[in-house]
């Protein structure tokens, strides 16, 4: 037999062996094969949905964290506007009592000042008709100090100064 006209028994020989690994293949290997390359396209699919999955829910964190970011720039912006508004009552408040203690010490000062002016004032006197006495007495040469007109000149003399001051 040649090349080209094969034995009988070898082609049903070779044909049995091919319908027995083909039967091989097609009932053990190709279903594991299939299976395999499912759970890969499941994994490649599936990962894609659970990355969006997971992209959409990091928008939604991030929405939401800045919403309480903005509300919480919002609040923090109504305590600084509630803080200056109560710094600045209180300084005017201070203020107004600074001023009310300062016109309080002023006007003590003042009658403080009037009272010590007349103090002063009726001491001066008293020692300006000693000292015009004494002098007068050294003029004339003799004392003066027990003339009840003395007192009656001086009461004149700074009656008209006071009158003379107004």
Excluded: N, W
Aim: charged share 30%.
């Amino acid at each position: 037999m040649g090349p080209l006209t094969p034995d009988g028994t070898e082609i049903v020989v070779g044909l049995v062996c091919f319908f027995l690994v083909f039967g091989v293949l097609g009932k053990i290997l190709l279903p594991r094969i299939e299976r395999t390359l499912a759970a890969r396209q499941d994994a490649t699919e599936g990962g894609m949905v659970r990355a969006e999955e997971a992209r959409a829910e990091a928008e939604r964190i991030y929405r939401e964290f800045q919403a309480e970011l903005s509300t919480a720039r919002h609040e923090a912006a109504e305590i600084r506007q509630a803080a200056a508004e109560e710094g600045a009552a209180l300084l005017a408040q201070l203020r107004a009592e600074g001023l009310e203690q300062r016109d309080r010490a002023v006007a003590e000062a003042k009658v403080q000042l009037e009272a010590d002016r007349v103090l002063v004032e009726a001491e001066l006197r008293a020692d300006l008709v000693r000292l015009a006495t004494d002098l007068a007495g050294r003029v004339v040469g003799e004392s003066l100090d027990g003339l009840p007109r003395i007192q009656a000149i001086a009461d004149e003399f700074f009656g008209e100064l006071d009158t003379a001051r107004v």
